[in-house]
Nanobody, 123 residues
Framework: QVQLVESGGGLVQAGGSLRLSCAASGRTFNMYVVGWFRQAPGKEREFVAA????????YYADSVMGRFTISRDNAKNTVYVRMNSLKPEDTAVYYC????????????????WGQGTQVTVSS
């Protein structure tokens, strides 16, 4: 099993920045890809970004490309997403997720999920 804990959410004005963290523990040797998803009230969960643990290859949703940056710290078993130029439409609960397979933007293909952290962007 893999346990994931998100942190770093909060309230920020439009145009501001936040960095979210996802700390992983447990059987992280089965964790090949870590992704970030988000879900706004009344909306479907959507893919944000993902990173391959070994090699660091990244993949971004079109809606966040150029504004968000995903990274990882191997020693800390932690994945980050730096979110710049935040917009009100970025408001959502942000989840990190991990899978043992290949890079994916499909939520149901991820095996492990954190509890989420709230990001609220005010106008």
């Amino acid at each position: 099993q893999v346990q994931l804990v998100e942190s770093g959410g909060g309230l920020v004005q439009a145009g501001g920045s936040l960095r979210l963290s996802c700390a992983a523990s447990g059987r992280t040797f089965n964790m090949y890809v870590v992704g970030w998803f988000r879900q706004a009230p009344g909306k479907e969960r959507e893919f944000v970004a993902a990173i391959r643990w070994n090699g660091g290859f990244t993949y971004y949703a079109d809606s966040v490309m150029g504004r968000f940056t995903i990274s990882r710290d191997n020693a800390k078993n932690t994945v980050y997403v730096r979110m710049n130029s935040l917009k009100p439409e970025d408001t959502a609960v942000y989840y990190c997720a991990a899978r043992s397979g290949a890079m994916s933007y499909v939520d149901v293909e991820y095996d492990y999920w954190g509890q989420g952290t709230q990001v609220t962007v005010s106008s």
